[in-house]
């Protein structure tokens, strides 16, 4: 990892707040043991990382790909890449006030990821900025 790295890293533990990045379901083939059927299954993988949440400015709402009730998260590295259309939700308990400001950011617990861009140094992310939207 690099020194932005580990210092958007540190930064992001100290004052982010925990959240739960979700992919989109997958379909996994997978066979049944007893009659060697095939089974098709969903699964989705999460990732916990600590992020920081907040608004766009008013200038940076055009109201067609960013709208004014998009927020913005800003994640640490993570092993994969976070995808469009991935989902984030907060990942504290509903009464806790981190919960409660993204619940009315987004008015549910998930919010849709609707762009990612990563800011890198040397070929390897840093961070990642993501717009969210609510779900």
Not at 74 to 90: E, S
Not at 115 to 128: E, F
Request: charged share 25%; hydrophobic share 40%.
């Amino acid at each position: 990892m690099s020194r932005e790295a580990d210092s958007a890293q540190r930064i992001l533990a100290k004052a982010g707040e925990p959240v739960i990045v979700m992919s989109a379901l997958e379909q996994v083939q997978a066979f049944d043991p007893i009659t060697g059927d095939p089974i098709t299954q969903a699964e989705r993988q999460q990732y916990l990382a600590k992020g920081y949440l907040g608004r766009y400015r008013l200038a940076d709402v055009d109201g067609s790909n960013v709208m004014s009730t998009d927020g913005r998260l800003i994640l640490p590295q993570m092993p994969v890449r976070p995808q469009r259309g991935w989902y984030v939700k907060a990942g504290t308990a509903p009464m806790d006030d981190w919960y409660e400001y993204f619940y009315n950011m987004f008015s549910s617990d998930v919010a849709r990821i609707m762009d990612v861009m990563p800011i890198r140094k040397a070929g390897l992310d840093i961070i990642y900025i993501c717009q969210l939207r609510a779900n």
